[in-house]
């Protein structure tokens, strides 16, 4: 190796390389020092959030809040580590697969809960919420408690609030009392089809009803979703009297909905652009649209006028249903990484049942955040909003029970009472505990879930026959393996019937 | 006058009929290439009202400020953004050029024994790697850089394929007479590589260098899996989330969302700010272009070996 690249020059490359690289290392100093990932602490219970709010005084309030926990018995100090709603779910999969130090996690149906339980992500807490979560006991409605247990197990702590929900219309009200149409004249699809008409001839410039993704054709027939993970992987009739699965493409009763979808399409009654636009929101508030296909819960009506700047009415085409994944879709779980179970469980158990704790966390701290404006009423404090405030995660939804939450101007005195009546009223899904776990048929979940996607916008929206679009989209998810789908639901479905009913 | 122009055209000039067509047909090709950037910037100027009710506009009937305002409701936010994204793409670029050539010029030396090896080496990560999970616990809990601006350099840093280009590049336009008169006048390793391989280099280092001021500027990945600190994310990443999270806003229906949040938030716009993040984004990155430029036509010119 005369002329060669000498082993020690290329030795000596590396030591520089080397050197290089640790120069770039003091880059990180500044960053770790705030690092809100390493509460390592042992007396510290790490509660991961999913907000985009930002949360300046979450200092103020955590510090609050450890010394609310502390006078309550529970000496700990507790960090809030709030994730932005875009990465939630892609980063607390990665935390959890990394066995990364949680104590408390959102989590739902929909982020995944019942794989992740399979997968050990989740400590067992039963005996702990038995013996440790007295306040929570009490405050819980316990069908609730039941109802997001898996095989008995208990997981993670539901939050309760409304929990039966219906497909239904939302109706502009100011066109309906132009138009001297009523609220109880629109009890089938067939009077609604009259209003549409009669908005179409009067009100050129108003589209009757506004596409908005996955809603449509599939918010105008009543079944039951039977465990969750998307209508293609099997629905029932509601009640349980007949307790065959069949995807909903292949649900009689959608088929006759798609066909009035299909005829509102042609006869202009949708929007045009139905096949591309996503703009549904801009639409709306902009007075171009005259109503929305969609689910309601029982002030839907109240929050969507609310955003849209006018009044809207919703009218529900059937009974609201209480359905497992509506109950699952909130959920408070305590990571297998946590330092101490019980400490979680106690943290939660307060955050469920000490409605001064629970609303510390929601709303942050009375006259600097939040004002009372009497009773259990109250308002922002002086020059605040949801915008400028230092501390409004707005997601008392996700937090812990609602019912603890205190009343916003808008909200009735008597909202919880309401709340009860309306989940009373409801009726429950035969398949209410069940829990489809996709994982034996994952490879087949994924190619179906992205012919769904191809497939579903033409039919749901109207824009393609259904008597041709529908066999052609079945056609496509069963080369995708729909039907072992269906198959494998179908027997995780009749073991639990053969176990619960 | 139009003889004397005439007359100076040499040989393989256009006569004026076929440049002017040319001249004309090439500003019409470069105004289609604008055209959508100046709609883009329109309709990022435009009151989210008129988008619905008019749809996009070149010349809108109306303007408003309200993407911007929203945009930059806290300055400070885009501001420092726009710091790490500019930080670490001028680092990641400078870095990650001088990493792989070191790495390529003993790989395109056909006296370095055990190149095959180290190309090898390089090779098999275009092909294999560990996945995300792994790659998360080894920048987490083996380099801790969770949190810290390495977790938006470091993973960028070294990239299989610009490596084997830049070997490639290497080997086949650098004289070995070159490196070999450097040695007869006595220059070690070092000094052949900084003096007459870089230098040679110029044209891939151009050319590699703005594939990785790309990628470091376009990057959002890193930000979303390595990063829960608001105060070091980057600007792609605080647009990416923006977007997200105006979406979840117009889909907030079955949230239990104070009425008083929701009227708040009723008018937060959509379309607008999306165009007007795509102005943001764009940025000095665009600037790139002229100044990596400059360098392909410098090194494409430059001779290599004289006399």
């Keep these: 190796m005369k002329h060669g690249l000498g082993m020690r020059a290329f030795g000596t490359a590396l030591a520089a390389a080397a050197v290089l690289f640790a120069a770039a290392v003091p880059l990180s100093a500044k960053g770790s020092s705030e690092k809100p990932g390493t509460a390592s602490q042992s007396a510290d219970v790490l509660w991961v959030w999913r907000t985009d709010a930002a949360l300046k005084d979450k200092a103020m309030v955590e510090e609050r809040a450890s010394e609310y926990l502390k006078s309550q018995g529970v000496a700990v100090r507790l960090s809030i580590l709030p994730i932005s709603t875009a990465d939630y779910q892609q980063k607390t999969q990665l935390m959890i697969a990394s066995g990364e130090r949680m104590d408390i996690l959102f989590t739902a149906s929909w982020l995944g809960f019942t794989g992740q339980v399979a997968k050990g992500a989740f400590k067992d807490i039963t005996e702990l919420f038995e013996k440790v979560a007295v306040r929570s006991r009490k405050s819980i409605n316990p069908a609730l408690v039941e109802g997001v247990k898996i095989d008995g197990r208990l997981y993670a702590f539901p939050v309760q609030q409304e929990v039966a929900l219906a497909d239904g219309f939302f109706f502009r009200r100011d066109l309906m009392k132009k138009y001297g149409v009523e609220t109880g004249s629109m009890a089938t699809l067939a009077d609604v089809e009259k209003a549409f008409a009669l908005i179409k001839q009067r009100e050129p410039s108003v589209v009757p009803t506004y596409f908005n993704k996955d809603e449509g054709a599939a918010k105008l027939v009543r079944y039951e979703q039977v465990g969750g993970m998307g209508t293609f992987t099997g629905v029932m009739p509601v009640g349980g009297s007949d307790r065959k699965l069949v995807s909903l493409l292949e649900y009689p009763p959608f088929l006759e909905a798609a066909r009035t979808m299909h005829r509102w399409f042609q006869a202009g009654y949708v929007n045009s652009d139905a096949l591309t636009s996503d703009d549904f929101k801009a639409q709306m508030s902009a007075g171009k649209v005259f109503s929305k296909i969609g689910t309601m819960g029982l002030y839907s009506d109240v929050q969507l006028g609310a955003s849209y700047g006018f009044e809207v009415v919703k009218v529900p085409l059937f009974t609201p249903l209480i359905q497992s994944q509506t109950i699952m879709s909130k959920l408070q779980a305590v990571p297998t990484s946590t330092a101490s179970a019980e400490t979680a469980v106690r943290v939660l158990d307060l955050a469920n049942g000490d409605a001064a704790f629970n609303n510390l966390l929601n709303f942050g701290i009375e006259k600097v955040h939040y004002v009372r404006t009497g009773g259990n009423r109250v308002d922002w404090a002086p020059g605040l909003n949801a915008k400028n405030s230092g501390y409004a995660p707005n997601i008392p939804w996700q937090v812990a029970n609602v019912f603890l939450n205190y009343l916003w101007p808008g909200e009735p005195d008597d909202r919880n009472a309401r709340y009860e009546e309306w989940n009373a009223k409801a009726d429950s899904a035969y398949s209410l505990g069940f829990v489809f776990d996709p994982e034996p048929v994952k490879t087949e979940m994924s190619a179906c879930q992205n012919a769904w996607a191809q497939v579903n916008r033409p039919i749901l929206s109207g824009a393609f026959d259904p008597d041709t679009a529908i066999p052609a989209a079945v056609k496509l998810l069963r080369a995708a393996g729909m039907d072992r789908i269906v198959a494998e639901k179908q027997r995780q479905f009749d073991a639990w019937t053969a176990k619960n009913k | ?307």
Excluded at chain 2, 54 to 77: D, H, K, T, V
Excluded at chain 2, 110 to 125: A, E, G, M, P, S
Excluded at chain 2, 229 to 251: F, K, T, W
Excluded at chain 2, 265 to 270: E, H, L, T
């Design chain 2, 1 to 307: 006058m139009t003889k004397a122009i005439r007359s100076s055209r040499g040989g393989n000039a256009l006569s004026p009929a076929v440049n002017a067509a040319a001249t004309v047909l090439l500003a019409l090709g470069s105004l289609l290439c604008l055209f959508p950037l100046a709609l883009v910037l329109a309709v990022s100027f435009t009151p989210e009202r008129v988008i619905a009710l008019n749809g996009y506009s070149i010349l809108p009937a109306a303007l408003s400020l309200e993407a911007y305002a929203f945009l930059f409701a806290e300055p400070l936010r885009i501001v420092r953004a726009y710091g790490i994204t500019i930080f670490t793409t001028v680092t990641g670029t400078a870095v990650g050029l001088l990493f792989i050539s070191l790495y390529a010029y003993p790989l395109s030396r056909r006296d370095f024994r055990y190149r095959r090896f180290f190309t090898f080496l390089v090779f098999f990560t275009m092909l294999f790697n560990g996945g995300l999970v792994p790659r998360y616990l080894v920048y987490t809990q083996l380099l801790h850089v969770k949190n810290t601006l390495l977790a938006l350099i470091l993973p960028l840093l070294v990239n299989g394929y610009f490596l084997l280009i830049m070997r490639s590049f290497l080997s086949t336009t650098l004289p070995e007479e070159a490196l070999e008169s450097a040695r007869i006048d006595g220059a070690g390793e070092f000094r052949i590589f900084f003096s007459i391989v870089l230098p040679l280099a110029k044209p891939a280092l151009a050319s590699i260098g703005l594939f990785y001021t790309l990628r470091y500027w376009n990057d959002w990945f890193l930000s979303l899996i390595y990063i829960t600190n608001d105060r070091i994310v980057n600007l792609q990443y605080l647009m990416y989330r923006v977007q997200l999270h105006i979406e979840e806003l117009q889909n907030a229906s079955m949230q239990n969302m104070s009425l008083q949040a929701i009227r708040e938030m009723a008018d937060i716009p959509s379309e607008n700010v999306r165009m007007a993040m795509a102005i943001v984004g764009i940025g000095p990155v665009i600037l790139a272009y002229p100044f990596f430029r400059r360098y392909f036509v410098q090194g494409l010119t430059l001779g290599s070996i004289k006399g």
